[in-house]
């Protein structure tokens, strides 16, 4: 029986980003899904790269970090253990991969120096003497950061704004995908100086289950587009640095970097020794000059396997225990106009179920990420009416059944998981240029 308790994304009171887990016995898929796809890229046209991304010094896995062939729209992203696979036509036979990691110097690879398997690539931190620049780095990290957030009028768009955004989230059964939604959705942002939440309607949606991989559970996650919206952490900074939460860590400088041309101090954050609650830790990018969050990377801390399964899972079966064992996020922002908005988040969730009377247990992973492909200024009657827009709890492999509108997406238009979102973008930029989202939910 499929039972779906509902629960509020927001959680104010404890300033937490929800990905919100469901583990359900398992049931037939039922005759709407019979427009299956097997997501698994079979094609032998393709010679696949396997490896991990790592910290030169520390030897540490880095997460989220790119590696793309150049010249081409042919990318990927590493996981959480720096792990990556890269699948590239055998019609290519030259050219050089390009890895980078914010913060770190890129590196560029010559596609035949790379092994099918057990390539590691180390990437080391990049690092600008403060002393070769002319802005006084700030004493204080924390004061930096406070005063980054109360910026935020004159720094982030300040005008309702409708922003068109292309959507996935992916299921993986330890390193094979099992479940791929999509959804192409239109954001009604209010600005980033108000209280009044974000609003988002559905304008298209597809997906593929295999549920033969799935074992003895259905996944289903909670929440879908604000999952990601909510990293936000300019437009959303209750979830962590509330007035009231932004001294439960502590802060220090790790030096500073350049991103396109600008200077970035890098911020490390974690919270207090004396706190035994989960709460985050990571790293902020900010711009030396005008006091602008560019970035940010952080994990939350889930070593109470008890507490950590009581935050995201919402039902299992009886004979399982279920807990996180890696939460991560990401927000870049882009500049425009002098003006800075919401442009891409990366939700990342692993978790592992051990079962009674078995040996072996199940690990997946949960990855949700948004990208925005285009906006414009909106006006404030503009705003959709309740009904029109998706609830927080949506969960969108319930909305999206089958592949939808192939007229839309284009009969095989599949788009592979292995590729960046923003590979995905430009295969749909023209379906988008074509039927311009106007309001109401579609699928």
């Known amino acids: 029986m499929n039972i779906i308790q509902k629960h509020s994304v927001f959680n104010i009171s404890i300033f937490r980003l929800f990905v919100i887990l469901f583990l359900v016995l398992n049931f037939s898929a039922p005759c709407t899904y019979a427009i299956q796809t097997n997501i698994e890229n079979n094609d032998t046209s393709f010679k696949e790269y396997k490896g991990k991304i790592l910290d030169e010094k520390s030897k540490k896995p880095l997460v989220f970090a790119t590696l793309a062939l150049e010249n081409t729209n042919i990318s990927t992203i590493s996981n959480t253990e720096g792990e990556f696979s890269l699948k590239i036509p055998l019609a290519v036979k030259n050219g050089n991969i390009l ?112 549920y033969d991989k799935l074992d003895t559970v259905a996944l289903k996650l909670q929440g879908g587009p604000f999952n990601a919206l909510f990293v936000d952490l300019m437009k959303y900074p209750d979830y962590i640095f509330a007035e009231e ?87 870049d922002y882009r500049e425009k106009n002098n003006k800075w908005y919401y442009g891409y988040s990366n939700v990342l969730l692993e978790f592992k179920i051990d079962w009674d009377k078995k040996l072996f247990n199940s690990i997946y992973s949960m990855t949700c990420e948004m990208a925005v492909t285009d906006w414009k200024k909106n006006q404030e009657d503009d705003f959709p009416k309740m009904k029109d827009r998706i609830k927080s709890s949506i969960i969108l492999s319930d ?45």
């Not at 005008?290 to 009581?310: G, P, Q």
């Open 99 to 210: 890895v980078s990691f914010l913060g770190y110097g890129s590196k560029t690879i010559p596609l035949t120096q790379l092994k099918t398997d057990g390539n590691k690539i180390f990437l080391s931190v990049s690092i600008t003497k403060l002393t070769e620049v002319n802005i006084a780095v700030p004493k204080d990290a924390e004061k930096l950061v406070r005063e980054t957030l109360s910026r935020k009028g004159e720094n982030y768009f300040d005008d309702p704004t409708l922003m068109t955004a292309f959507y996935r989230e992916t299921i993986k059964k330890r390193k094979k995908n099992v479940s791929l939604s999509e959804a192409v959705v239109n954001i009604y942002k209010t600005p980033y100086t108000t209280k009044r939440r974000d609003a988002v309607q559905l304008y298209k949606a597809r997906k593929s289950t295999d």
């Open 245 to 331: 939460s932004i001294s439960n860590y502590t802060y220090a400088f790790d030096g500073s970097t350049r991103v396109n041309g600008k200077l970035i101090y890098i911020v490390n954050f974690k919270q207090r020794e004396d706190l035994k609650d989960p709460l985050y830790q990571g790293k902020l990018y900010v711009d030396a000059e005008r006091k602008i969050l560019t970035s940010a990377i952080y994990t939350l801390n889930i070593t109470d396997k008890e507490e950590a399964s009581r935050m995201f899972v919402r039902r299992k079966p009886r004979n399982a225990q279920v807990w996180p064992t890696e939460v991560a996020y990401r927000v």
């Open 399 to 443: 909305e999206a059944i089958g592949f939808a509108d192939p007229d839309f997406w284009g009969a095989h238009n599949i788009i592979e998981p292995e590729k960046s979102i923003e590979t995905a973008i430009k295969k749909i930029k023209r379906q988008l240029k074509r039927a311009k989202p106007s309001g109401g939910t579609g699928q």
